[in-house]
C-alpha cells in the first residue's frame, strides 16, 4: 500500500497570502496524484488531477506540481473561502490512498 | 448536473449487515466506474472499493475485502454497497463517487461525491 504523508498538520495564513501544502508518496506513484477540499459539512471536491490539472470550475490560483514522491499544492493569493481541509490521493496502485490532510486555518 | 444521492445508512449492531445504495443521475452511468469511499467521525477519507462500468473489475481495500460486495445495476443507474459482519471500525459517513475518467475499467480520481449516507455501528 502506497502511504501518502502530507505536510505540514496545519497551516495558518491569512487571506491574500499564498499558501504551499506538501505531499510525500513513500513509492513512486508517477503523476497520479489529485488534491481535493474539503469544507465542514461538505463532501470533498476534486481541484487538481494527475499533478498539475485543474479540474474543471477550479479557479486558476489553484496549482498542482510534482512527480514521482513529492508533490505540492500551491494557492497563490488565500480567499476566504480556501480555509479549509485539503488531501492528496493516489490512483497509480490499489488500494488507493488519501494522504490525512492539511488543515488550513485562518491566521 | 450530475447527482448522487445515497441511501441505506443507519445504526446497526456489530455483526448484522446493511446495503447501501446510490442513484446516480446528470451524465450517462454506465460510461463510468464508480467507488465507495467513507469517511469515519472526524477522521480523514478512505477508499473502499471500486467497480468498473461493465463490472468487470472489481477492487476492495483490505479492511473490507471478504464482507463488503460492491456491485451497480446500470439499466437503473444504481450503485450498490453489501456490507456484512459490521465493526464498529466500520462505521462513517460512506460516499458514492464518480470516477473521473470515462470508458474503460477505471482511473483512480473522483470528480463527483454524493453528500453521504451515515453508518453507526453499536450495540
Known amino acids: 500500500e502506497i502511504v501518502l504523508t502530507q505536510s505540514p498538520v496545519t497551516l495558518s495564513l491569512s487571506p491574500g497570502e499564498r499558501a504551499t501544502l506538501s505531499c510525500w508518496a513513500s513509492?513512486?506513484?508517477?503523476?497520479?496524484l489529485a488534491w481535493y477540499q474539503q469544507k465542514p459539512g461538505q463532501a470533498p471536491r476534486l481541484l487538481i488531477y494527475?499533478?498539475?490539472n485543474r479540474a474543471t470550475g477550479i479557479p486558476a490560483r489553484f496549482s498542482g506540481s510534482g512527480s514521482g514522491t513529492d508533490f505540492t499544492l500551491t494557492i497563490s493569493s488565500l480567499e476566504p473561502e480556501d480555509f479549509a481541509l485539503y488531501y492528496c490521493?493516489?490512483?497509480?496502485?490499489?488500494?488507493?490512498?488519501f494522504g490525512q490532510g492539511t488543515k488550513l486555518e485562518i491566521k | 448536473e450530475v447527482q448522487l444521492v445515497e441511501s441505506g445508512g443507519g445504526l446497526v449492531q456489530p455483526g448484522r449487515s446493511l446495503r447501501l445504495s446510490c442513484a446516480a443521475s446528470?451524465?450517462?452511468?454506465?460510461?463510468?466506474?464508480m467507488h465507495w469511499v467513507r469517511q469515519a467521525p472526524g477522521k480523514g477519507l478512505e477508499w473502499v472499493s471500486a467497480?468498473?462500468?461493465?463490472?468487470?473489475?472489481?477492487g476492495y481495500a483490505d479492511s473490507v475485502k471478504g464482507r463488503f460486495t460492491i456491485s451497480r445495476d446500470n439499466a437503473k443507474n444504481s450503485l450498490y454497497l453489501q456490507m456484512n459482519s459490521l465493526r464498529a471500525e466500520d462505521m462513517a459517513l460512506y460516499y458514492c463517487?464518480?470516477?473521473?475518467?470515462?470508458?474503460?475499467?477505471?482511473?483512480?480520481?473522483?470528480?463527483?461525491w454524493g453528500q453521504g449516507t451515515l453508518v453507526t455501528v453499536s450495540s
Open positions: 463517487v464518480k470516477d473521473k475518467g470515462r470508458y474503460g475499467d477505471y482511473e483512480g480520481h473522483f470528480d463527483y
Open positions: 446528470g451524465f450517462t452511468f454506465d460510461d463510468y466506474a
Open positions: 467497480i468498473s462500468w461493465k463490472s468487470v473489475t472489481i
Open positions: 513509492q513512486s506513484v508517477s503523476s497520479y
Open positions: 494527475d499533478a498539475s
Open positions: 490521493q493516489q490512483r497509480v496502485n490499489w488500494p488507493i490512498t
